[in-house]
């Protein structure tokens, strides 16, 4: 339909504009559909054609790296932040691409990777060990990862799985750290 062409049909007597949700065509994208979709999707890396989740993965080293200067608490409060929006796009991600933790949605593995290396230096080494095991551990879902995953609604479910995988690798990386100093 077209936008003066439904004018004059909303009120009782015919006349007054028609809202815009009733002008919108089902499936039509919207700036905030857009804007989820960007998020969700960590600027696209989701549609990459073999392994989404690692191309998410990789989304998230600028990202670390842009984030690592903040003090401690100020990184936390961050990522925590960050999370929180993940949460969020990642529930309506789901809605708008109608599937169940799509592989498209990688704002999670984003998330997930900046907790696995909160308070943990950006050298090299260790951001490639963070890589390297937040894959593994996102893959094999150690507990209580599965379990959020599984029984968490929406994005709750969809981000709690990379958060505990990236906590867990955390938790690796801090023993390193502590026992071998790497």
């Known amino acids: 339909m077209i ?6 049909s909303n009120g009782p007597d015919g006349t007054g504009p028609v809202p815009a949700e009733r002008l919108r065509v089902e499936g039509e994208a919207s700036l905030g559909n857009t804007f989820v979709k ?5 600027l696209g890396s989701g549609y990459s054609p073999f392994a989404p989740g690692t191309a998410g993965t990789l989304v998230a080293i600028p990202l670390y790296l842009a984030l690592s200067p903040l003090s401690w608490p100020l990184y936390l409060v961050s ?5 929180l929006l993940a949460v969020y796009a990642s529930g309506e991600a789901e809605r708008i691409f109608d599937r169940k ?8 593995e984003i ?3 900046l907790w696995a290396l909160a308070l943990v230096g950006p050298t090299a080494g260790r951001i490639a060990a963070a890589f390297f095991l937040f894959r593994i551990f996102d893959i094999l879902k150690p507990p209580p990862a ?17 958060v505990m995988a990236g906590l867990w690798v ?11 100093n790497i």
């Not at 936008?3 to 004059?8: E, G, K, L, T």
């Not at 933790?101 to 999670?108: F, H, L, T």
């Not at 379990?147 to 981000?159: A, I, K, S, T």
């Open 111 to 113: 998330v997930g990777f």
């Open 170 to 180: 955390n938790v690796a990386l801090q023993a390193a750290l502590h026992f071998f």
């Open 146 to 162: 599965r379990w959020c995953q599984d029984r968490l609604p929406g994005g709750w479910g969809v981000v709690g799985d990379d």
């Open 38 to 42: 960007l998020i969700a999707t960590g």
């Open 79 to 83: 990522v925590s932040a960050l999370t």
């Open 101 to 108: 933790d799509s592989p498209r949605i990688v704002i999670d």
């Open 3 to 8: 936008p003066s062409q439904a004018r004059n």
